[in-house]
């Protein structure tokens, strides 16, 4: 599996979360598969969008699309850094 982890800063998370409970079925068409939505625990407007994806290539063309760029800006999205990451080992302890 394919991961990609974002963190950025929102302007205000409950817009936030909306735009990006609106773009579930493009997120899943361009290959999410499933998400986690974390904040850092004092910066509530911080927020860390891990997600699994069906191939790295298929998450970047998603986001550096010009659409998911003025979406972003909708959401009042500052300043994302996104790190792609492949899979090397999971459990359950």
Do not use: C
């Not at 361009?30 to 407007?45: D, I």
């Not at 997600?51 to 994302?80: C, N, Q, Y």
């Amino acid at each position: 599996m394919q991961y990609v982890l974002i963190i950025h800063e929102v302007a205000d998370y409950p817009a936030w979360k909306k735009v990006f409970d609106e773009a579930a079925d493009i997120r899943r068409e361009a290959g999410e598969r499933s998400y986690q939505v974390l904040k850092y625990k004092h910066e509530p407007n911080k927020i860390v969008h891990f997600s699994a994806w069906t191939a790295i290539a298929d998450a970047k063309k998603f986001f550096e699309s010009p659409k998911l760029v003025k979406i972003r800006a909708e959401a009042g999205v500052k300043s994302p850094n996104f790190i792609y990451l492949e899979q090397l080992d999971s459990g359950t302890l």
